[in-house]
């Protein structure tokens, strides 16, 4: 184990579901992790490739093992973890709390310990543990908390990514119970609605979210254009997917990619890798942004404080007309009489400006402004 502990920030990586759901095999795998070291994901961060569910045979094996499909997996999974670590990524696995997992595979209820031996012995170094076919008469906290302790038996350093969908508002203990992370909604689907309401909802919970275990808004749907196993309401708009990765950066919650890599736009590609938008997701103190201002229709302004000294302001539109989204500095803390004036850099295009007071853009329906900010003299 890792002296400092694994997620000091917001693991970022990328997960099979949101695009492929069932439809998972190991060239898919191979040329994912081929991708995201050749396009430089990896380099900016995303590090686990994870499988998630429909991975292994509906039955263990005599021993009480998990198996891996062999249609699917042919070479196995210790060969596919050997795929993905010769790559330098680290390889993320699936299973479930219940009996069984949400696509009706075994899981780990009472499977624990052996199950993360397999794990284990494959070369897992990250577990999505859901909670499908949960018992009603067993206790979630308990499960939790043992999934953790079967990894840690296994001395394998392995990040354990709790899937429970806000059930028993994990953000009060999932931290205590040893994950590292914890699914705080339902499943994200590809709409602006659905982006929304996850951010919205999640907002309030957002001063648990911190070093070591870490609010999972669920995997991005940035990218997909309506294809695939979470797309099925039309897919967004660039600046919707905007919105969605500028949300997710802005709150320092995990990045785990979901669209295909292989089939990916540059305006995608280019948002997924933007620099300054990761930086602030993986900013060390990870603080949550305030409300500087909102209006009913969902316009709101916030303001970030970043490990350096400097800050995030963040613009966003979700209404449905182009409109101004306003910001008065005195808001922030920033009395006139102080004498300073913020220059703004727009992380989208490096244009900066310098304001004194207020700033109030005018920002098109569904898409954002998002600046990094710094003190000057005026
Ligand atoms: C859901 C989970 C999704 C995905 C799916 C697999 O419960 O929230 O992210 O893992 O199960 O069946």
Known sequence: MKAEGLAARPPMGWNSWNTFGPHINERLIFETADRMVDEGYLE??????????????????????????????????????????????????????????????????????????????????????????????????????????????????????????????????MQGAGAQMYRSTGDINESFRSIMDIADSQEPNLAYNGPYCWNDMDMLVVGMYGKGNVAFTGGCTDAEYRTHFGLWCLFSVPLMMGADLRDLRAESKAL??????????????????????????????????????????????????????????????????????????????????????????IVPSHDCRIYKARLVRR
């Open 44 to 173: 900016a961060g995303y590090e686990y490739l994870v499988i998630d569910d429909c991975w292994s045979l509906k039955e263990r094996d005599a021993n009480g093992r998990l198996v891996a499909d062999p249609e699917k997996f042919p070479h196995g999974m210790k060969a596919v973890a050997a795929y993905v670590h010769a790559k330098g990524l680290k390889f993320g696995m699936y299973s479930c709390a219940g009996t069984l997992t949400c696509a009706g595979y075994p899981a780990s209820f009472d499977h624990e310990f052996i199950d993360a031996e397999t794990f284990a012995e494959w070369g897992v170094d990250f577990l999505k543990y859901d909670f499908c076919y949960f018992p009603r008469t067993a206790d979630c906290k308990t499960h939790y908390r043992r999934i953790a302790m079967a990894l840690k038996a296994c001395r394998r350093p392995i990040l354990l990514s709790a899937c429970n969908w806000g059930v028993e508002e994990p953000w009060t203990w």
């Open 272 to 361: 997924l890798l933007n620099k300054e938008l990761i930086a602030i997701d993986q900013d060390p103190e990870a603080r949550a942004p305030y409300r500087l201002w909102d209006e009913k229709d969902g316009r709101r302004s916030y303001c970030k404080h970043l490990s350096d000294g400097t800050y995030v302001l963040a613009y966003f539109n979700p209404s449905e007309q182009d409109a101004q989204v306003n910001s008065n500095f005195e808001d922030a803390g920033l009395q006139f009489s102080a004498g300073y004036a913020l220059e703004l850099t727009d992380v989208f295009t490096g244009e900066v400006i310098r304001r004194t007071e207020y700033y109030n853009p």
